[in-house]
Nanobody, 124 residues
Framework: QVQLVESGGGLVQAGGSLRLSCAAS????????MGWFRQAPGKERELVAA????????YYPDSVKGRFTISRDNAKNTVYLQMNSLKPEDTAVYYC?????????????????WGQGTQVTVSS
């Protein structure tokens, strides 16, 4: 069992930056791949970044590539999402999730544990 708690969301102007954090407790954090998803009203939950548990391999969809950076600190049981050059279309609830697959999973159903989410609002 893994408990995940996100923090760092808020209101920012377009072009600004935010850094989200996700603190994990429970089973060994380093054995999990970690992902950040977002869900806007009326839209499906989508993956915006993921990082492999041990190889440091990362994945980003084209919509955020070059603007978002995922990182992890296994000593602190924390995964981060640095978001730069934010756009109004980045407005959503952001969730972190944990998964034990051998590869980076890209769809929500493949993740085993979820945080409660943190709201990110980007004003134009």
């Amino acid at each position: 069992q893994v408990q995940l708690v996100e923090s760092g969301g808020g209101l920012v102007q377009a072009g600004g930056s935010l850094r989200l954090s996700c603190a994990a407790s429970g089973q060994t954090f380093s054995s999990y791949n970690m992902g950040w998803f977002r869900q806007a009203p009326g839209k499906e939950r989508e993956l915006v970044a993921a990082i492999h548990r041990s190889e440091g391999i990362t994945y980003y969809p084209d919509s955020v590539k070059g603007r978002f950076t995922i990182s992890r600190d296994n000593a602190k049981n924390t995964v981060y999402l640095q978001m730069n050059s934010l756009k109004p279309e980045d407005t959503a609830v952001y969730y972190c999730a944990a998964d034990r697959a051998t590869y980076i999973a890209r769809i929500p159903l493949q993740y085993d544990y979820w945080g409660q989410g943190t709201q990110v609002t980007v004003s134009s």
